[in-house]
């Protein structure tokens, strides 16, 4: 049977979808997400800090294990989502002093990657380290007490901990280029250029079509590629101002087929995952009002049959 797995596969790539918690109990989520369609899964907060350390040294993994059980259960792999972000971070770590936060971040990172060491095939070891201007997000915690050191010193601690997951810094709006992305080129090529243990770079690929297609996307993959490392999709959803029409549908659905031609023409692009499958679980409405619809499966968990068909054709099916 013809799925986004199974074409993806052809290709020697993953087609993914992002799950959380909550979702597991649906059972009619659960049967498409678990189905076949997806190869791959990441877990949206189940790995977090505030998930995994909610207070210093007591670490939490019933989340993250229910995920992995899950893809387990459905021969799905999982990336693993997020050991350093900004966001989602519990109280306590902004309140150390400056002094205590390199050991309090590298305590995190050795345990959360030890514990999924085995079931995870990459983490998203440094999420979102850069403001949309490419300036570093200085009111970082971790930039605040360590300066840029806080990313190399990260990437070494989890390979430490687990020498076999591919290690990914990960960013939004870096899909095309453009400031942020050539920060993150510099970023990437200089981690390289010293040793640093860093395999790959996630685009998020968050995108709306009232803001364009990002430029030159299948380049910009190709010149990170050309530093050495993989490269992935590993957030995608393609939103809009509410409500859809067939006009926005179909610009949707070019946005879709150029990132996933864009990965299919870079060898070293891993894979794509979407950030879950429907609009019934997606993060969108929650954050842009009025936006939306931005997943092949509406909020019924019915496929859009045209938006399907797209990314089935990108993914060389018929
Ligand atoms: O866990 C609490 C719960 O206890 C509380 O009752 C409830 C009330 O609002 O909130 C729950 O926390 C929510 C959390 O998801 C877990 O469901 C937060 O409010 C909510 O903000 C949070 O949203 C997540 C968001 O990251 C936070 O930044 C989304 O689900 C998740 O999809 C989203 O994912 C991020 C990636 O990690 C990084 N890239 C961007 C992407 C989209 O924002």
């Known amino acids: 049977e013809q799925t986004l797995q199974s074409l993806a596969a052809a290709a020697g790539r993953y087609f993914g979808s992002a799950t959380d918690n909550p979702e597991l109990t649906d059972t009619a989520y659960t049967a498409v997400l678990g189905g076949g369609e997806f190869g791959q899964t990441t877990p949206g907060n189940a790995m977090k800090w505030d998930s995994t350390e909610p207070s210093q040294n007591s670490f939490s993994y019933t989340k ?20 350093l972000w900004h966001n989602q971070l519990p109280g306590w770590v902004a ?20 514990h999924f060491k085995g079931k995870v095939f990459a983490w998203d070891v440094v999420n979102e ?21 806080y990313i190399a010193d990260a990437f070494r601690t989890a390979r430490a901990a687990d020498p076999d997951a591919k290690l990914y810094i990960n960013d939004y709006n870096t899909d095309g280029q ?80 150029n990132v996933v031609k864009a990965c299919l023409a870079v060898t070293r692009c891993v894979g794509i995952t979407i950030w879950d499958y429907t609009d019934k679980y997606s993060w969108i409405p929650g954050v842009f009002s009025g936006e939306g619809a931005a997943l092949p499966w509406d909020e019924n968990l019915q496929k859009k049959t045209s938006l399907y068909g797209t990314i089935v054709t990108a993914l060389g099916g018929t």
């Open 64 to 83: 993250g294990d229910a995920v992995i059980a899950f893809a387990q259960a459905h021969g799905m792999k999982v990336r693993g989502h997020t050991l």
């Open 95 to 114: 309140q150390l002093p400056a002094a205590q936060v390199q050991a309090a971040m590298e305590n995190h990172i050795t345990n959360v990657a030890t």
């Open 129 to 149: 380290p850069f403001n949309d201007d490419g300036t570093y997000r200085s009111t970082s915690p971790f930039y605040t007490a360590m300066g840029i050191d």
């Open 178 to 257: 453009g400031a942020k992305a050539d920060a993150m080129y510099n970023l990437v090529k200089t981690l390289k250029s010293q040793g640093v243990p860093i395999d790959g770079v996630g685009f998020q690929g968050h995108l709306a079509i009232q803001y364009g297609f990002p430029t030159n996307m299948q380049a910009n993959l190709q010149r990170f590629a050309d530093l050495g490392v993989d490269v992935a999709i590993t957030e995608l959803d393609v939103r809009m101002v509410l409500p859809r029409d067939a006009t926005k549908d179909a610009t949707q659905a070019t946005y879709y087929s």
